[in-house]
């Protein structure tokens, strides 16, 4: 069964770093499609951050330049960068993975910019 562990989210001042990382396992992870989502309080779970299986990434306007994600095949990992982190980033970010029409979520972890 596929399960997918977030790590390494918490409370950091407004222009900190964080870095999430997502444990895969029981899956053949090179063959899916990687992303981040978050949800803030209030609104919607929104893209992040993704990267597809051969390379090419694509992030929300809101992040581009301050975050960056990047997947470890042979570990199958996922990481998320976060730079310059604002306190409107706040929110609980989620890890996905899809291949076709399957896809899988995990649990989640709380990022908190704020001072």
């Known amino acids: 069964q596929v399960q997918l562990v977030e790590s390494g989210g918490g409370l950091v001042q407004p222009g900190g770093s964080l870095r999430l990382s997502c444990t895969v396992s029981?899956?053949?992870?090179?063959?899916?499609?990687v992303g981040w989502y978050r949800q803030a309080p209030g609104k919607q779970r929104d893209l992040v951050a993704s990267?597809?299986?051969?390379?090419?990434?694509n992030y929300a306007d809101s992040v581009k330049g301050r975050f960056t994600i990047s997947r470890v095949n042979v570990k199958g990992t996922v990481y998320l960068q976060m730079n310059s982190l604002k306190p409107e980033d706040t929110a609980v970010y989620y890890c996905?993975?899809?291949?076709?029409?399957?896809?899988?979520w995990g649990q989640g972890t709380q990022v908190t910019v704020s001072s």
């Open positions: 990267m597809t299986t051969d390379g090419s990434t």
């Open positions: 996905n993975i899809r291949r076709a029409a399957r896809e899988y």
């Open positions: 029981g899956s053949i992870f090179s063959g899916y499609a």
